[in-house]
């Protein structure tokens, strides 16, 4: 293989696929990028076999052929050049680099070790890249990060009657969206981590695909990317969100998250228990820690609504996730008891929802 491409080409497109390659592997090659010369373009690809990414940069291929190096090394050395030409030359898997006045040579490995990778299916749905980027960052928090319930650290995304949910859940909150959407009924779950990843590089439009092997990908704009379906039964989420409420609290939004940060400085983590005692009769909800050894603070906020007088407890981290998810100025936050799940919602989007598992407190 020998090559030349831009350095300002390159390096951007190297960088984004090595973000997926395994930063320590039993299997050394999952660590490394694979690159491909071939017809004008040099295609590079990672994975570490649960997500991978794969793209490509227009070149002038003198020799074609196929090696793999350490995606952190090239990525390191390639940042470090000038924009300009380099010159990439592979011989018996080691990839000579040369740009004006610069030579280094880094051992790699053979392309044939690299995992053979399965082709995009039918495409299922196309959506808009902004409506992707915005749905999985009001889900994607809230699956699991622990790999007890392995199926919890995915997302469910599910196409049925027009409507494209995606759902993150971890046992004590949940975040789910809805969009209209057009295409073939399916669903499957895919880790969090890998529709994050995808997040970051989506541009214009977005089409999904499942593969036969059991993969789901995702091509936009100048990549591919690709994530292993999680085995499992994804929870029946539904069955935990209440179908009425008693209560309805409406806010500024702002003024609840500064009243959650006021409230657990006490904390070494910025992280603890917040209880929220409102009174709809009186339009006022108090927010205070129970951190009480430390110190404590007490925040008085104006809210509207109607219901019960009444107090709940939360995970003070998870109060400030669905608020940070949450657009537009005003929250509504519908309650029945204080062990019930309680919801967040913004007449902003009212196809998104928060549901928050509380904390019992002791008498």
Known sequence: MKVTVLQENFLPRLSAVARVASAKSALPVLENVLLTAEKGVLRLVATDLETGIK???????????????????LVSLIGNLSPGKLVLESEKDILVVTAEGFSAKINGLPATDFPALAEAGKALVTLSAEDFKEAINQVSFAAAQDESRPILTGLLLKLAGGIFTLVGVDGFRLGEKKLKLSGEDFATVVPARSLIEAARLVAGEVEISVSAEGQLFLKTGDF????QVLEGEFPEYEQIIPTNFETHLRFEKEELA?????TTVFTDSGMG???????PEKKLLEVSS???ERGEARVEISVGGEGKKGT?????????DALSALP???????????????????????????????VRLQE
């Open 312 to 320: 709940i407890a939360f995970n003070s981290r998870y109060v400030g």
């Open 290 to 292: 129970q951190e009480a």
């Open 258 to 262: 500064k009243a959650v940060q006021l």
């Open 273 to 279: 228990v917040v209880v929220l005692g409102y009174d």
């Open 328 to 358: 537009g100025e005003e929250v509504e936050l519908s309650l029945n008891s204080n062990l019930d799940p309680a919801m967040f919602t913004t007449p902003k989007d009212p196809a998104y929802r928060h549901v928050i598992m509380p």
């Open 224 to 227: 591919l990317i690709f994530a």
């Open 55 to 73: 793209t490509a940069v227009g070149a002038k291929v003198e020799r074609e052929g196929a090696t793999t190096v350490p995606a952190r090394t």
